[in-house]
């Protein structure tokens, strides 16, 4: 029996401690007409009692939010990080546009050449010149036309 009282005292010995811990909030109103808060009621005025809940903060919670935002911006970092590899240099986008250039230049001399001759021909294996005839003159030119409007209209 003696260890029911001790069970039971301790309880009400826990249950009272953790109101003490939790207290009261007071507002009330001074003759300035400040308002104020305390754990204490002050003066004369009118006191209201303010009622607050609180719980214990979970360190395990709060440490998985911290975690999980950690782990958000670290990934944020990343990606930003890969979008910026992916994307071309300034230096990058003046070679492009160079060579670009280059290549336009080089087939509207090929188109000119194509217009100027008579005849269109290919060099075979030995050095020799083949006579390209009308159908493979004309798909050599249309080909020249699909490369400059690739390289020389963007």
Request: charged share 30%.
């Amino acid at each position: 029996m003696n260890t029911k009282i001790i069970a039971t005292a301790s309880l009400l010995a826990l249950l009272t401690s953790s109101a003490a811990f939790a207290g009261d909030i007071y507002k009330w109103t001074d003759a300035d007409g400040n308002v104020h808060y305390g754990d204490k009621p002050v003066g004369d005025t009118q006191i209201e009692r303010v009622g607050i809940a609180s719980q214990p903060t979970d360190p395990a919670t709060v440490q998985a939010m911290t975690q999980a935002r950690s782990d958000a911006r670290a990934q944020a970092a990343e990606d930003k990080a890969a979008a910026a590899a992916d994307e071309p240099s300034a230096e990058d986008l003046r070679t492009e546009a160079q060579e670009r250039a280059q290549k336009c230049t080089s087939y509207r001399q090929q188109m000119q050449t194509f217009v100027a001759s008579r005849r269109l021909y290919r060099e075979d294996e030995s050095g020799e010149r083949v006579y390209l005839d009308e159908e493979q003159t004309r798909a050599a030119r249309e080909r020249v036309e699909n490369q400059i409007n690739e390289f020389c209209n963007s």
